[in-house]
């Protein structure tokens, strides 16, 4: 060990690079770790952690709209953005905080600046040259923009959690979760929204009962969801965005916000000087143990092309510090990750779609609800929850669990467990329900619907 500075040093202090150094000093190891803009990474600084935040801040547009149903009248709410904005920078300063401390406590270096690597065992970071037995990449990934006429005027996830104000309209572009996410946000807080995605549907690889389910209600709220629909020129005029459509139409809005991918922050890294071997897309291909073609050097998270989920870095990350220093070789399992899309309503899901089941040649019993939510026979609301349980039929086993509706990712989580187990139909069947809630439901369907 004295020939290195470091047992372990990581790249990046975002969510897998946090769990794996803090573990690993833990275990005993004489850990660093770099970071270059934030400590906590995209989950505490520009993902999960403030996009919840401005979902919550978008729901209350219906709560005050619902109280009234309740019996409550209140003056006319209006959104102070600046506030949202500054009191979610705030939350945001204080988490970096509670990583700096955490890290420090663990016995964790902190190096700041951007880190390369020069060979198996050295990474240069601003101008030192720092050596340890093995190396963590852990950069995670960055958005990207697609290149065509006026993409400089597109934003991504990155700035539209400090624009300077609420934009009037926006146009938001791609079908995954972050897009439709920030659909929601946006509808919510008040702002004109369009979502236009490529495809036929958006979400893909969800279930598609969600797709649908969630595309319907997205529809009925008033978010302008337009599939089969893309953007191919963009023009600033003034203040205002003009964008051409694929199809010739036009849209004007004040902001238009792509999210369409992102890539892993491997460019220029030094990977390839040191022998690791890389994807085209950037990322760093890895073993089950998340070691690289050089046996020194591992990788994590979302710089890897596995599932970008803060808690499935954190799994990766944690089993590194298992492997390389507790002895203890663990793979991270992917079987029923669990997930959610904060979208309005939300969706979570857990196991396999219905699709995927019947592609794996299971013989499935599908049960499938959809109701209108207690809440909602006030408010006159036109919103439906859908839950849907995909089964085996051979074994009852239940082998995916799906749901658009509020909550929907606290319930899932729970469900989880039970998958995990697996559980059968028929022990879903004997467990008693909570009433009343909606999760009561995922144990009460008895009629097979497919
Ligand atoms: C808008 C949005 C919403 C999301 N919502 C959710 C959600 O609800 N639930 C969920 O599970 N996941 C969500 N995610 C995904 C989640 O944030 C990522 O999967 C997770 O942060 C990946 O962790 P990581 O450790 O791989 O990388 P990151 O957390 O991105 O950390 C990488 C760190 O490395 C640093 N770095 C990069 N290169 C260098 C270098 N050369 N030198 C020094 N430092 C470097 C970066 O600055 C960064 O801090 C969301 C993502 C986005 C963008």
Known sequence: MADYDYDLLTIGAGSGGVRASRMSAFFGAKVA??????LGGTCVNVGCIPKKLLVYASHYAEDFADAASYGWTASE???????????KNREIARLNGVYRKILGDAGVDILDGHAEILDAHTVALDGRRISAKYILVAVGSWPVVPKFPGSEYAITSNEAFYLPSLP????????GYIGVEFAGIFHGLGTRTIQLYRG???????????????????LKRGIDLRFNADISTIEKRGDALFATLTDGGAIEADQILY?????????????ERAGVKIETSGAVIVDEYSKSSVDSIYAIGDCTD?????????AEGMAVANTLFNDKPMRPEYLNVPTAVFSAPNCATVGLTEEQARQANFQVDIYKTSFKPLRHTLTGRDERTMMKLVVERMTDQVLGCHMVGPDAGEI????????????????FDTTVGIHPTAAEEFVTMRTRTA
Do not use: H
């Open 412 to 427: 899932i989580q729970g469900l989880a467990v039970a998958l995990n187990c697996g559980a059968t139909k028929a022990q």
């Open 33 to 38: 770790v770099a970071e270059e803009l934030y």
């Open 200 to 218: 036929e549907s958006f979400l893909r690889g969800f279930d598609d009962d969600i797709r649908t389910t969630l595309a319907a209600e997205m």
């Open 168 to 175: 009037k309209s926006v146009v938001i572009v791609g079908g």
């Open 306 to 314: 596995r599932m970008m989920l803060t808690p499935v870095a954190i």
């Open 259 to 271: 999210a369409t991918g992102r890539v892993p922050k491997t460019l220029n890294l030094g990977l």
């Open 77 to 87: 709410p209006r959104l102070d953005w600046a506030k949202l904005i500054a009191n």
